[in-house]
């Protein structure tokens, strides 16, 4: 059950040669900040926003648009990840305090007209947007070819990744700007009566703080605010007061796995996810899929969800952030281990338990050996359905091989 109440911010530090300064913080009315400037700041550094703790398979992003015009008026900041998933940003600097549900039922607006969209039409006012603020006639392929390499196949697989997206409404709606104090429950109102849109909706609040050893530097922490608590993920410098300046982003935080549980509201990532592995293989491995991430959430493991597949891994019980992996489900019905050795070198710990964790696992299905090359490794790819047969005494390897680590750090702590 989630209890409501008043959230209570405290005041950060800066700490250098043992000297601890208080940040002051900038209201972000003052004159100097305008919902352009916070627009113009999230467009040239999209990290700043903390999207993989709201739908991983959202990001990264990739700034494809801003003041995008559509018939329900102007999208304030549009993103794409590189496999064609849409996210749509509405700033908001909360001088109305009438405005807060406004705001809501506006980017829902947004998403509904975006649904009816084609990815043609959607590509020409990414082009329209491109000509305004970057002197360009860049569409959305060129923008996520800047991003990273894509082959001509790819083009047309992301295209209809993006046609599928827009048809059924699968966004994630960001809400991005200072002092929001209403939370997601407050506006369950406007989200009821959007039944046909599949997306997620985040709030983020920025707050700007004076570097005390410079202020003209600023520092921005970003909080995400979700169903049950606020969390702040991660802390963003940006100098000489200029949103076009690169930006720093440090993400030094242990990771919060409270409240995962198997009853959790499934992702717009998730859904997806189990749709084209259906298509991909059958009714039962599909279940069977479902199933083990059920375990995965129940026993207080990470999921990562990744273009086609989503890892299971256990985080450093030492507060490192690092991240163990245990096994993959892809979403073409297969199921294997990705190597291990060098997340546990990264904590000082023997590569041989990777070794060993590999080579238990891998006895356990037929005709499936330890890779000679890579050790702590498969020979080769299951599928999920070989799992099924051995799926308890699997799961008990698992347990072991983190058994197994967590002492080694505790031994070396």
């Given at each position: 059950?989630?209890?409501?109440?008043?959230?209570?911010?405290?005041?950060?530090?800066?700490?250098?040669?043992?000297?601890?300064?208080?940040?002051?913080?900038?209201?972000?009315?003052?004159?100097?900040?305008?919902?352009?400037?916070?627009?113009?700041?999230?467009?040239?550094?999209?990290?700043i926003l903390p999207?993989?703790?709201?739908?991983?398979?959202?990001?990264?992003?990739?700034?494809?648009?801003?003041?995008?015009?559509?018939?329900?008026?102007?999208?304030?900041?549009?993103?794409?990840?590189?496999?064609?998933?849409?996210?749509?940003?509405?700033?908001?600097?909360?001088?109305?305090?009438?405005?807060?549900?406004?705001?809501?039922?506006?980017?829902?607006?947004?998403?509904?007209?975006?649904?009816?969209?084609?990815?043609?039409?959607?590509?020409?006012?990414?082009?329209?947007?491109?000509?305004?603020?970057?002197?360009?006639?860049?569409?959305?392929?060129?923008?996520?070819?800047?991003?990273?390499?894509?082959?001509?196949?790819?083009?047309?697989?992301?295209?209809?990744?993006?046609e599928r997206n827009?048809?059924?409404?699968?966004?994630?709606?960001?809400?991005?700007?200072?002092?929001?104090?209403?939370?997601?429950?407050?506006?369950?109102?406007?989200?009821?009566?959007?039944?046909?849109?599949?997306?997620?909706?985040?709030?983020?609040?920025?707050?700007?703080?004076?570097?005390?050893?410079?202020?003209?530097?600023?520092?921005?922490?970003?909080?995400?605010?979700?169903?049950?608590?606020?969390?702040?993920?991660?802390?963003?410098?940006?100098?000489?007061?200029?949103?076009?300046?690169?930006?720093?982003?440090?993400?030094?935080?242990?990771?919060?796995?409270?409240?995962?549980?198997?009853?959790?509201?499934?992702?717009?990532?998730?859904?997806d996810f189990f749709?084209?592995?259906?298509?991909?293989?059958?009714?039962?491995?599909?279940?069977?899929?479902?199933?083990?991430?059920?375990?995965?959430?129940?026993?207080?493991?990470?999921?990562?969800?990744?273009?086609?597949?989503?890892?299971?891994?256990?985080?450093?019980?030492?507060?490192?952030?690092?991240?163990?992996?245990?096994?993959?489900?892809?979403?073409?019905?297969?199921?294997?281990?990705?190597?291990?050795?060098?997340?546990?070198?990264?904590?000082?710990?023997?590569?041989?338990?990777?070794?060993?964790?590999?080579?238990?696992?891998?006895?356990?299905?037929?005709?499936?050996?330890?890779?000679?090359?890579?050790?702590?490794?498969?020979?080769?790819?299951?599928?999920?359905?070989?799992?099924?047969?051995?799926?308890?005494?699997?799961?008990?390897?698992?347990?072991?091989?983190?058994?197994?680590?967590?002492?080694?750090?505790?031994?070396?702590?």
């Amino acid at each position: 059950m989630t209890q409501k109440g008043n959230r209570q911010q405290g005041t950060p530090y800066f700490l250098t040669n043992n000297e601890s300064l208080k940040m002051e913080r900038i209201p972000l009315d003052e004159k100097f900040f305008q919902e352009n400037w916070l627009q113009n700041l999230i467009h040239n550094n999209p990290q700043i926003l903390p999207i993989d703790d709201i739908e991983s398979g959202f990001a990264p992003l990739i700034s494809i648009g801003r003041e995008i015009s559509t018939s329900v008026g102007f999208v304030d900041n549009l993103y794409i990840s590189p496999n064609g998933y849409i996210t749509i940003v509405e700033t908001k600097l909360w001088r109305n305090p009438e405005a807060k549900r406004e705001v809501v039922g506006q980017i829902i607006d947004y998403a509904k007209e975006l649904s009816s969209w084609t990815f043609s039409k959607l590509n020409e006012g990414v082009i329209k947007s491109s000509q305004t603020y970057n002197k360009n006639t860049k569409g959305i392929i060129e923008l996520i070819k800047d991003f990273e390499d894509i082959e001509e196949i790819e083009e047309y697989k992301i295209i209809d990744n993006i046609e599928r997206n827009l048809k059924r409404g699968r966004f994630l709606l960001l809400i991005v700007g200072d002092g929001i104090r209403e939370s997601v429950e407050d506006m369950i109102d406007f989200l009821s009566n959007s039944p046909q849109i599949q997306f997620t909706l985040g709030l983020v609040e920025l707050q700007v703080y004076k570097n005390p050893n410079n202020e003209k530097d600023w520092i921005v922490i970003p909080n995400l605010i979700t169903r049950t608590r606020e969390i702040t993920r991660a802390i963003i410098k940006i100098e000489n007061s200029n949103p076009n300046s690169t930006v720093t982003l440090e993400t030094n935080f242990k990771e919060d796995v409270i409240n995962k549980s198997p009853t959790s509201r499934s992702t717009i990532t998730e859904d997806d996810f189990f749709e084209q592995l259906k298509q991909n293989t059958d009714s039962e491995t599909s279940e069977f899929a479902k199933r083990i991430l059920n375990d995965a959430k129940v026993n207080g493991h990470l999921i990562d969800w990744n273009q086609g597949s989503f890892a299971v891994k256990h985080l450093d019980p030492d507060g490192s952030g690092q991240k163990i992996s245990l096994f993959v489900v892809d979403r073409k019905g297969l199921f294997y281990h990705m190597s291990t050795g060098h997340q546990l070198k990264r904590l000082g710990l023997p590569t041989d338990l990777a070794n060993e964790y590999a080579l238990s696992t891998a006895k356990l299905l037929k005709d499936m050996k330890q890779n000679p090359k890579i050790p702590d490794t498969w020979s080769r790819y299951a599928k999920i359905l070989e799992i099924k047969p051995i799926y308890s005494q699997f799961l008990e390897k698992v347990e072991q091989f983190i058994r197994q680590v967590d002492e080694k750090i505790k031994a070396t702590a």
